[in-house]
Nanobody, 123 residues
Framework: QVQLVESGGGLVQAGGSLRLSCAAS????????MGWFRQAPGKDREFVAA???????TYYADSAKERFTISRDNANAVYLQMNSLKPEDTAVYIC?????????????????RGQGTQVTVSS
């Protein structure tokens, strides 16, 4: 079992940057693939990015490519560096984890989920 707590959200102007963090509890962090989803008001949850257990493989939604970077460290944390933010990036960003492949864009397949952190991008 793993518990996830996100931080780093906030209000930023278009073109700005934010770095989201997700702290994971437990001693088996390295056995989990990690990812980020987001949900904007009135919209379905959307896959953003994922990273494999070793960090060797990363996956991005088309909307995140070239602007967002997912990474992880050995201190039980995963990060989402977001650059060149746009108003359409406004959403609650949710950290997720699963014990199998990171190559999964279906939210329900990620067994562990955080509460989310709000990101608001003003125009």
């Amino acid at each position: 079992q793993v518990q996830l707590v996100e931080s780093g959200g906030g209000l930023v102007q278009a073109g700005g940057s934010l770095r989201l963090s997700c702290a994971a509890s437990g001693r088996t962090f390295s056995t989990y693939s990690m990812g980020w989803f987001r949900q904007a008001p009135g919209k379905d949850r959307e896959f953003v990015a994922a990273i494999s257990r070793t960090g060797a493989n990363t996956y991005y939604a088309d909307s995140a490519k070239e602007r967002f970077t997912i990474s992880r460290d050995n201190a039980n944390a995963v990060y989402l560096q977001m650059n060149s933010l746009k108003p359409e990036d406004t959403a609650v960003y949710i950290c997720v984890a699963r014990t199998t492949s990171a190559y999964q864009t279906n939210f329900v397949a990620w067994y562990y989920r955080g509460q989310g952190t709000q990101v608001t991008v003003s125009s």
